[in-house]
């Protein structure tokens, strides 16, 4: 593979194997036309707004967060940032898995709202880099409007004593939901094999957040590992134990329902 031997920070040349998967079905596929389509006025508007509340609720959090800072809360706050960044992965794998795996586009409200995308992108893998910035984490943003809205409450509500007791804990829920904010983000660029910035590419390349190389484990079909989108640190310990085996096993169990059965049917529809 072309990007086994790139350097920190360089963009990869595609070989023949990684120019096949870029194309893999893509948005010629009767299934991933269809899906597009279903993107709808409606969609759209969610998402502008939850990505401008999102984002002030950010901003305004983080000024709060640099007013309180200390010294003496470092090793606490850099041990909230691993821990923040080590749980967004876990719920990155979590959605992703359950997203992938369960559910119908034909579900009521939350079908074509969440499911979609998640079926539209393993028939077009490349689809995500096509979404615009306000697709792309418009939903993520969505899930993150309550933390940081309870967040910004605190700030306005509680005392400067309790504020100083708070702030590790502050600092490390800011941290998940950043790292949990911009996971779709890192998503799409560990599709996007041309044109990223340099400084994308080196997190990449030190495996800070999820690398185009790594990622590519999760798009073999059946996609049934390697769900951890945000940094994919926990990908390979998740699977060595069998998690989401285990899991879905569990499941079919209990209710019958196969997994990856609305997966399958998106992926072989040929008109």
Known sequence: ????????GQQPE?????????RRWGAQHA?????????SPGKRFQEWCCVILCFSLI?????????????EHT????????????IADFLSGLVHWGADTWGSVELPIVGKAFIRPFREHHIDPTAITRHDFIETNGDNCLVTLLPLLNMAYKFRTQSPEALEQLYPWECFVFCLTIFGTFTNQIHKWSHTYFGL?????????WHVILPRKHHRIHHVSPHETYFCITTG???YPLEKIGFWRRLEDLIQGLTGEKPRADDMKWAQKIK
């Open 75 to 86: 090793p606490l706050v850099m041990l909230g940032v691993i821990a923040g960044a080590l």
């Open 197 to 205: 910035p340099r400084w994308v590419t080196l997190l990449q390349d």
């Open 59 to 71: 901003a305004h959090n983080l000024v709060h967060l640099l007013l309180l800072a200390r010294w």
């Open 31 to 39: 299934g991933a036309r269809e899906l597009a389509a279903l993107y």
């Open 233 to 235: 640190w926990l990908n």
């Open 14 to 22: 595609l070989d023949e194997d990684e120019a096949a998967y870029c």
């Open 1 to 8: 593979m072309a990007g086994a031997e790139d350097g920190p």
